[in-house]
């Protein structure tokens, strides 16, 4: 078993430069690339580039690979299921894997009740089935979202999404009738409160503004909330903010739309986040790490609130059938030992992480569940003045040292890796983690420009 990576060549290697170059040609410039990494093969939380450099992931795909790259158990599913059919579309058709999973849902997902599921093949479009699906039950128009989220790209999802304005800029006017409230960021907490004397009352604003000033409650179709927020910096919220969220949405007929596309499947150290607050919902997205890297989504509701009639919503690639039996495998994998795995191996990774806050100011916060873990770093821990530039310059260091790892926010490193990861692998990357932390400090000291040049 590999537990440190391997850096044979600089770094992009000459045949990921190659293929960088033809990429840069013919490949939507839109898409994100923080480093030049190039994917050859990987197995389990390590990966191989198309030079031969090895590194430890601790991206997993932007969280997807739950089970690790390249599950054995998860493969021989697929290959198996490969050689009956490869496609028959659930939303004319019927075939078992696509029945199996909505069992499987419906056992696993943190709603009370009898539960169906609604298949499609990523998580912008679970959520944006979800968005349809509240608005067709209530007969309400508007929904209430959350400053700092990320729920996808289409244009309902990406108007309820308000993560970074380059998300939405240039695609205006989003779909009417979003209203965004303050998260529950304890570390930097809206409305001015200590975390130990908070009471969630971010949600004042919810209550005492939205729902007075710009929205009467009986027009609003859902809240669409996620447990644990991803791609505004992997912020973990008091309990007490989604019991209230609760209470509220419950007191007015809104549906509360639990978006577990990034912290769902394991990676908290629960099968899905929600089950760290104590909160059922009417609906959940799932996506990421549902199918080990294969694409597929599900949106799962109580039955009563899916009843919409046939043709209402579909997707002619959604439930595919090997994206099916991966899911089915990988929850039989998650259950065998990775969901606990993410809880033990978590602790270990927060517990380190701690230790290096006590040493380099430049960590503000560390907080997480499982292996969703954010540090969140700042110039000063007084003003909490955010390094942004300190954070891009660590990811790059990193790569460079062999560990593939992304920020989450504007200032926050998040650490997602496969959750097949091991202590020892942990402490791999938190050594490199920490030589970037030292030489970034002897960056800042000694000059201004990138690290490592």
Same mark, same amino acid.
């Given at each position: 078993?590999?537990?440190?990576?391997?850096?044979?060549?600089?770094?992009?290697?000459?045949?990921?430069?190659?293929?960088?170059?033809?990429?840069?040609?013919?490949?939507?410039?839109?898409?994100?690339?923080?480093?030049?990494?190039?994917?050859?093969?990987?197995?389990?939380?390590?990966?191989?580039?198309?030079?031969?450099?090895?590194?430890?992931?601790?991206?997993?795909?932007?969280?997807?690979?739950?089970?690790?790259?390249?599950?054995?158990?998860?493969?021989?599913?697929?290959?198996?299921?490969?050689?009956?059919?490869?496609?028959?579309?659930?939303?004319?058709?019927?075939?078992?894997?696509?029945?199996?999973?909505?069992?499987?849902?419906?056992?696993?997902?943190?709603?009370?009740?009898?539960?169906?599921?609604?298949?499609?093949?990523?998580?912008?479009?679970?959520?944006?089935?979800?968005?349809?699906?509240?608005?067709?039950?209530?007969?309400?128009?508007?929904?209430?979202?959350?400053?700092?989220?990320?729920?996808?790209?289409?244009?309902?999802?990406?108007?309820?999404?308000?993560?970074?304005?380059?998300?939405?800029?240039?695609?205006?006017?989003? @779909?009417?009738?979003?209203?965004?409230?303050?998260?529950?960021?304890?570390?930097?907490?809206?409305?001015?409160?200590?975390?130990?004397?908070?009471?969630?009352?971010?949600?004042?604003?919810?209550?005492?503004?939205?729902?007075?000033?710009?929205?009467?409650?009986?027009?609003?179709?859902?809240?669409?909330?996620?447990?644990?927020?991803?791609?505004?910096?992997?912020?973990?919220?008091?309990?007490?903010?989604?019991?209230?969220?609760?209470?509220?949405?419950?007191?007015?007929?809104?549906?509360?739309?639990?978006?577990?596309?990034?912290?769902?499947?394991?990676?908290?150290?629960?099968?899905?986040?929600?089950?760290?607050?104590?909160?059922?919902?009417?609906?959940?997205?799932?996506?990421?790490?549902?199918?080990?890297?294969?694409?597929?989504?599900?949106?799962?509701?109580?039955?009563?609130?899916?009843?919409?009639?046939?043709?209402?919503?579909?997707?002619?690639?959604?439930?595919?059938?090997?994206?099916?039996?991966?899911?089915?495998?990988?929850?039989?994998?998650?259950?065998?030992?990775?969901?606990?795995?993410?809880?033990?191996?978590?602790?270990?990774?927060?517990?380190?992480?701690?230790?290096?806050?006590?040493?380099?100011?430049?960590?503000?916060?560390?907080?997480?569940?499982?292996?969703?873990?954010?540090?969140?770093?700042?110039?000063?821990?007084?003003?909490?003045?955010?390094?942004?530039?300190?954070?891009?310059?660590?990811?790059?260091? @990193?790569?460079?040292?062999?560990?593939?790892?992304?920020?989450?926010?504007?200032?926050?490193?998040?650490?997602?890796?496969?959750?097949?990861?091991?202590?020892?692998?942990?402490?791999?990357?938190?050594?490199?983690?920490?030589?970037?932390?030292?030489?970034?400090?002897?960056?800042?000291?000694?000059?201004?420009?990138?690290?490592?040049?």
């Amino acid at each position: 078993m590999i537990t440190t990576p391997n850096i044979k060549t600089a770094l992009p290697g000459p045949k990921a430069a190659a293929i960088i170059a033809r990429d840069a040609k013919r490949v939507s410039t839109s898409y994100t690339r923080d480093y030049p990494f190039v994917m050859a093969r990987g197995e389990g939380a390590v990966v191989e580039d198309v030079d031969g450099n090895v590194f430890l992931d601790c991206a997993a795909g932007i969280a997807v690979t739950s089970t690790g790259h390249s599950h054995p158990d998860v493969v021989k599913a697929i290959v198996d299921q490969a050689h009956k059919y490869l496609h028959m579309s659930g939303t004319d058709f019927f075939y078992e894997p696509q029945v199996q999973l909505a069992e499987e849902m419906a056992a696993i997902v943190p709603i009370d009740g009898e539960v169906r599921s609604f298949f499609g093949n990523s998580g912008t479009e679970a959520n944006e089935a979800a968005l349809k699906l509240a608005k067709y039950h209530t007969k309400r128009m508007n929904i209430i979202a959350f400053l700092g989220s990320f729920h996808g790209r289409t244009l309902g999802a990406l108007a309820a999404t308000s993560s970074k304005f380059i998300q939405r800029r240039g695609f205006g006017p989003m @779909m009417p009738g979003v209203f965004h409230a303050p998260y529950a960021n304890c570390y930097r907490c809206p409305v001015g409160l200590k975390p130990e004397s908070c009471q969630a009352e971010c949600l004042g604003f919810v209550e005492e503004q939205i729902l007075v000033h710009l929205v009467s409650p009986d027009e609003v179709a859902g809240v669409l909330v996620e447990p644990i927020q991803g791609e505004g910096g992997y912020v973990v919220p008091a309990p007490v903010f989604h019991q209230r969220l609760r209470d509220l949405t419950t007191r007015h007929g809104m549906m509360l739309i639990m978006d577990e596309v990034q912290s769902g499947m394991g990676r908290t150290g629960r099968m899905f986040a929600a089950e760290h607050f104590g909160v059922k919902a009417d609906i959940v997205t799932i996506a990421k790490g549902i199918a080990s890297g294969l694409p597929l989504s599900a949106t799962a509701a109580r039955a009563d609130v899916m009843n919409w009639p046939p043709g209402a919503h579909a997707s002619t690639f959604g439930g595919n059938p090997l994206s099916c039996v991966a899911a089915l495998e990988t929850i039989k994998v998650l259950r065998a030992g990775l969901i606990q795995n993410a809880e033990t191996v978590g602790n270990h990774l927060i517990d380190r992480l701690l230790a290096l806050k006590d040493k380099y100011p430049l960590i503000g916060d560390v907080r997480g569940k499982g292996l969703m873990v954010g540090v969140e770093l700042v110039r000063d821990r007084q003003t909490k003045e955010r390094a942004t530039t300190e954070r891009d310059r660590i990811v790059q260091a @990193m790569f460079k040292r062999g560990v593939l790892i992304l920020g989450a926010g504007r200032n926050a490193l998040r650490f997602a890796p496969p959750l097949v990861i091991n202590t020892v692998q942990i402490d791999s990357v938190l050594d490199i983690f920490e030589e970037a932390l030292g030489e970034l400090g002897n960056c800042k000291k000694v000059r201004v420009g990138r690290l490592g040049t």
